[in-house]
Nanobody, 119 residues
Framework: QVQFVESGGGLVQPGGSLRLSCTGS????????MGWYRQAPGQQRELVAT???????IYDDSVKGRFTISRDNAKNTVYLQANSLKPEDTAVYYC?????????????WGQGTLVTVSS
C-alpha cells in the first residue's frame, strides 16, 4: 500500500522560510520522478516543483528562485525548502510522483501539510 506523509508546515510571516518533508512507504522515491503540489483554498491542486532522476529540477514560475526541491534516497524522503514566502503561497502542500500515483484508477494522496503565510 502506497502512502505519502508530509510534514513541516506551519504559520510563518511574509519573507520567512519553511522546510517541508515527505516520506513514502510502498514506493521508492529514487526510482521515480517526484513532485511537490499545493492546493490553495478554493483552487485546484497544482504542481509547483519537480525533481527528475534525482538531479534535474523544474519549478512553476510562481515559486522559481524561492523554492528548492531535493531528495534523500537513503531516507526515501523528498524536501521542499520554501524561502521568501508570500501570502499567496498559503496552501496545503502535498508530495507525489510527477504523475500522481494511482491505485485502482484512483489517485493516492497524503494528508498534506498546511502552510500559512500571514503577518
Amino acid at each position: 500500500q502506497v502512502q505519502f506523509v508530509e510534514s513541516g508546515g506551519g504559520l510563518v510571516q511574509p519573507g520567512g522560510s519553511l522546510r517541508l518533508s515527505c516520506t513514502g512507504s510502498g514506493v521508492i522515491f529514487r526510482f521515480n520522478d517526484m513532485g511537490w503540489y499545493r492546493q490553495a483554498p478554493g483552487q485546484q491542486r497544482e504542481l509547483v516543483a519537480t525533481i527528475i532522476s534525482g538531479v534535474r529540477t523544474i519549478y512553476d514560475d510562481s515559486v522559481k528562485g524561492r523554492f528548492t526541491i531535493s531528495r534523500d534516497n537513503a531516507k526515501n524522503t523528498v524536501y521542499l525548502q520554501a524561502n521568501s514566502l508570500k501570502p499567496e503561497d498559503t496552501a496545503v502542500y502535498y508530495c507525489n510522483l510527477r504523475s500522481p500515483y494511482r491505485a485502482q484508477g484512483v489517485e493516492v494522496w497524503g494528508q498534506g501539510t498546511l502552510v500559512t503565510v500571514s503577518s
